[in-house]
Antibody, heavy 121, light 113 residues
């Protein structure tokens, strides 16, 4: 059974940093691209970043470049998202999603339950 | 960036009736070398993560009921629920995965009339 479990969310003060993790199981992690998607409660989906199977191609949403860093550890079946200089508008659920292919050009066929990041003083 | 525009924002359909959601892409999503449209549809129920319904514009994901179908090519796409069931109440999103940054439509909320 495919499982993606996010962790690392919580209440954070503006300007601080946070590292989100996604532990996966049930599939061969290093065969697939992976993604982070966020959703402000009650709003739509926003793709944050994607990383190919070997970290050879990494992409970010234009508005988020510079503060967000995606990475993966294939030996540990884990995906990460480092977020720096957090702002109130970063408050959202952050979902880890499995790509359907090794590159970034595939649908997201499995999703985690999400971790809530709240940025507030 | 490729802008994805969904319509309507919401719709209410009687049980057993057809629901139709439209999605328009700001760029052609048909990749000529493999004749595939890089377009997916997702369903999100309250309190749950999104679920993949359709990919390559018209291929149903395993386990998805056949009342869900996707059509269209290029820049104009449609998700159809042929006979709405109570469990289909959700928000539906289209997404392009043709070119990063990958982008979603704004979502369409489907309710029972």
């Amino acid at each position: 059974e495919v499982q993606l479990v996010e962790s690392g969310g919580g209440l954070v003060q503006p300007g601080r940093s946070l590292r989100l993790s996604c532990a996966v199981s049930g599939f061969t992690f290093d065969d697939y691209g992976m993604h982070w998607v966020r959703q402000v409660p009650g709003k739509g989906l926003e793709w944050v970043s994607g990383i190919t199977w070997n970290s050879g191609n990494i992409q970010y949403a234009d508005s988020l470049k510079g503060r967000f860093t995606i990475s993966r550890d294939n030996a540990k079946n884990s995906l990460f998202l480092q977020v720096d200089s957090l702002r109130a508008e970063d408050t959202a659920f952050y979902y880890c999603a499995k790509g359907g292919v090794a590159s970034l050009a595939g649908p997201f066929d499995f999703w985690g339950q999400g971790t809530l990041v709240t940025v507030s003083s | 960036d490729i802008v994805m525009t969904q319509s309507p924002d919401s719709l209410a359909v009687s049980l057993g009736e057809r629901a139709t959601i439209n999605c328009k892409s700001g760029r052609n999503l048909l990749y000529r070398s493999n004749n595939k449209n890089y377009l997916a549809w997702y369903q999100q129920k309250p309190g749950q993560p999104p679920k993949l319904l359709i990919y390559w514009a018209s291929t149903r994901e395993s386990g998805v009921p056949d009342r869900f179908s996707g059509s269209g090519s290029g820049t104009d796409f449609t998700l159809t629920i042929s006979s709405l069931q109570a469990e289909d109440v959700a928000v539906y999103y289209c997404q392009q995965y043709y070119d990063p940054p990958l982008t979603f439509g704004g979502g369409t909320k489907v309710d029972i009339k």
